[in-house]
């Protein structure tokens, strides 16, 4: 897989989104990183809720993110998504979140998804995710 495949997306802080100190709690980074997801596939021309009415479910196997400089409230940030891998049963993409000059790293994670099925089962990676047009250019949003 081309490890060049990227989406970029602008975010700005909301005040419900911080602690009372003002920064970015440490949860919205990983509902950023679902963001920075489901923007990436809906520009290859899918969205996840076609996914979902194919009886198809991505779930999160494996999620971590790193932490570097902290986020405060009403900053614009930028959030770039990795394609970096995608092979029969599983989805890995990678994350940076940095200000919105792109001067400074604040965050990076990774997650892994798995493919299910409405039961849980575990299900092949289906040939029409693994062959849609995946932009290997940033978009600004």
Not at 54 to 73: R, S
Not at 128 to 133: K, Q
Request: net charge neutral; glycine share 6%; hydrophobic share 35%.
């Amino acid at each position: 897989m081309n490890q060049s495949i990227f989406h970029e997306i602008s975010i700005r802080v909301r005040y419900h989104e911080v602690d009372q100190m003002g920064f970015l709690h440490h949860s919205r980074y990983l509902t950023y990183f679902e963001i920075g997801r489901t923007e990436f596939l809906r520009t290859s021309g899918f969205t996840y809720k076609e996914f979902e009415a194919k009886g198809l479910y991505l779930v999160v196997a494996n999620i971590f993110c790193k932490y570097k400089y902290p986020v405060k409230y009403d900053d614009l940030i930028r959030l770039i998504t990795k394609l970096e891998k995608m092979s029969i049963g599983k989805i890995v993409h990678s994350y940076e979140i940095w200000d919105e000059h792109k001067s400074r790293i604040h965050a990076v994670g990774e997650s892994t998804l798995a493919c299910v099925d409405m039961h849980g089962r575990l299900q092949k990676i289906p040939d029409f995710l693994i062959n849609l047009n995946y932009p290997d250019l940033s978009s600004t949003g």
